[in-house]
């Protein structure tokens, strides 16, 4: 059904630029020197942003694409673009970024957070986790519980809606997510180098469960040279996890007056220096069909894939959602159901345990919270 509902939407829809004023707002991407955010940020400025936040890892390449907007921006003044490191393998440098927004910035409109990480092997983060899920979730919703009082000192004092937009993927609904019950803890789990490698690594059961595929030759092939981001799909669905229970959790708060609209919008499958980096793996190369599976995949997924500027469009729309969309998947910028199984009494449960496990991973105290 899902995969379906993915192939209409790769090929049928076109989302729109929204129709909104960002005047006055300053904005904040992460990892916004190329591919989607750097198409966001584009469009943001076209719609009028006053300031925008490059948050890159590197700030040459951050530098060179503000170098970029301003060309394509000629009535845009240099102040007005702003690159700052920001480096998700470190809590310390999130934590570094998130004190300067909070003392340098007069408001925070919107927090886009788009960095993220496709990592195909185990590499051990220095604050000691799994870079995925260092990158994509630990450190990605660190700065965005950081960022909160900043948000809601914007929207008391501007009267305006702050967005806090965490870009997501329809790949979560791929995610097998087994460690959901793991005794020690789900976090734990998942950094554990050997599970992943055995399960992570190759390729999902309902394109090549054993015995299903009549081509065994063929199909150990597709396993060594298409890696599906398994384990990309899993830091998803927990993104998705944690900003559900941050908005439910906002929502009943006290001073939920002044509070962020929090979205979670996936651009679909889009064409971006992504693609370029995609190399069949050593293993497999050495067979002739390697190679050949290899480039027929990448091929598939080009052909698969809408435009960068297309995808962000999505992006740029949950920016500006209303509150309908308050802490909501979104898919060709509407709201959607998230996967089923997250809805069920389990999910519930499940989405409350990742929610305070990532708090602690990230040295937060939930007291301090809302
Ligand atoms: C932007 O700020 C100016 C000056 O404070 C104000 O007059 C104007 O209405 C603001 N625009 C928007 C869209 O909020
Ligand atoms: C990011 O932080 C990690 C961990 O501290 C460090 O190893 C890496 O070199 C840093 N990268 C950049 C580009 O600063
Ligand atoms: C996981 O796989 C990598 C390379 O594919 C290997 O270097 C590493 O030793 C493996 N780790 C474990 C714990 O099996």
Known sequence: MFFFSFLYSQFFVTPALPDHDFSNQTIIITGSNSGLGFEAAK????????????????????????????ETNPHISA??????????SSFKSVRAF???ASSELERVDALVENA??????????????????????????LLAV?????????????KGTPHLVLVTSDTHYWARFEERNAE?????ALNDEEKFNSSDRYAPHFLLAEGKFRFPALQSQLKL????????ATTKLLQILFIREFARRLKSSPSASYRPILTLPTPGLCHTPFFGQMKPPENAVSHPLGT??????????????????????????????????????????????VVGWVLTEEGRRVQEKVFREILAAAGVKEGDLV
């Not at 993220?116 to 919703?141: A, K, P």
């Open 292 to 337: 050949v599976t290899h480039y027929a995949m990448k091929g598939m997924l080009i052909a698969l894939s809408r435009r960068a500027d297309v995808g962000a469009r999505t992006i740029v729309t949950a920016a500006c959602a209303g509150k309908e969309a308050d802490g909501a998947f979104m898919m060709d910028g509407q709201v959607r159901e």
């Open 79 to 88: 102040s007005q673009i702003e690159v700052w490191p920001l480096n998700l």
């Open 225 to 232: 040279t298409f890696h599906p981001p398994l384990r990309y």
């Open 146 to 158: 950081l960022m909160l009082p900043k948000l809601r000192q914007t929207a008391e004092r501007f």
């Open 116 to 141: 993220g990480l496709d990592g195909g092997r185990f590499v051990l983060s220095e604050d000691g986790w799994e870079s995925t899920l260092q990158i994509n979730v630990i450190s990605t919703c």
């Open 98 to 100: 998130a004190d300067r």
């Open 184 to 188: 020690g803890g789900i976090l734990r």
């Open 43 to 70: 469009q943001f400025l076209a719609l009028h942003c006053f300031k925008l936040i490059i948050a890159v890892r590197s700030t040459s390449k951050g530098e060179a694409a503000k170098q970029s907007l301003l």
